[in-house]
DNA sequence: TATTAGTTCACTTATATACATGACGACT
DNA sequence: AGTCGTCATGTATATAAGTGAACTAATA
């Protein structure tokens, strides 16, 4: 089973945007350093998903642990402009999931040294003096998998869930048919 | 050779995972 | 003073974004 605990999202006001300006009637929920980074965050809550917003009217979403809270936290954004007058409808140019981080397990103790030849070496990134974690690229998928001796998998850089979860169907059955 | 243009990169944010190292407080 | 547990940081992965710096390349 494949849980996700990241979403990276992104999206687009179409109009440029004074940050400045935002920032200051913003400043409960704002934090915005040009001199440190270019974008000025906001977080509605403490621990919430932080959204990051450009001056070109762009605008991430990361740390949501859902497509649903990605969403409903840009309609919570989209309304929090509106109300104030920084666009004039709360609706968005575009808005799309850009990375999906997941987390799954394969219940078993895993010799990583040996699973770096059954995956394929061409396929597969592993120096446990630098990182603990296998780097493996499955081909033809999109998704990149960490895998760690303990069993436990990381599955990233997918745009849907559905990807991630064929990306670990596919490596359970691999690890199956190799142990 | 000097100037300009274009490309590339690190920076920052979230998040799980794990392994080493260093710092720090507490206790013996 | 020595040992122990806890905590932080750095290592690596993906991804969007804007900025400045570093770099390469081309033209005058």
Redesign the pocket.
């Known amino acids: 089973m494949v849980e996700v ?2 979403v ?1 999202a ?1 999206g687009s006001l179409g109009i440029d945007l004074d940050l400045e300006a935002v920032a200051k009637e913003a400043r409960d929920i704002a934090n915005f350093n040009p001199n ?4 000025m ?1 906001l977080r509605f809550e403490e ?1 919430a ?2 959204i ?1 917003v ?3 009217g ?1 605008f ?1 979403i ?2 949501s ?1 859902s497509e649903e809270e990605s969403y409903s936290l840009r309609e919570r954004f989209l309304n929090l402009f509106s109300d104030m007058d920084v666009i004039e409808e709360p609706e968005d140019e575009w808005f799309s999931i ?2 999906y ?1 997941c ?1 799954a397990e394969l219940r078993q103790n895993l010799n990583l040294t040996a699973l770096s030849i059954g995956l394929g070496l061409e396929k597969i ?1 592993y120096e ?1 003096e ?4 296998l ?1 493996y690229r499955p081909e033809g998928a ?1 998704g ?1 998998v ?1 895998l ?3 069993g ?1 998998v ?1 599955i ?2 997918c745009q849907t869930l559905e990807a991630a979860e064929d990306i670990f169907a596919d490596l359970t059955e691999t690890v199956s048919e190799l142990l």
Do not use: C, M
Not at 36 to 39: A, E, L, T, V
Not at 130 to 133: H, K, L, T, V
């Open positions: 605990v990241n990276v992104s440190k980074y270019p974008g965050y621990d998903p932080l990051t450009y001056r070109t762009k991430i990361t740390g642990d850009q990375n981080v987390t990134e446990p630098q990182f603990p974690g780097i999109d990149v960490l760690f001796a303990t436990k990381i990233t850089g």
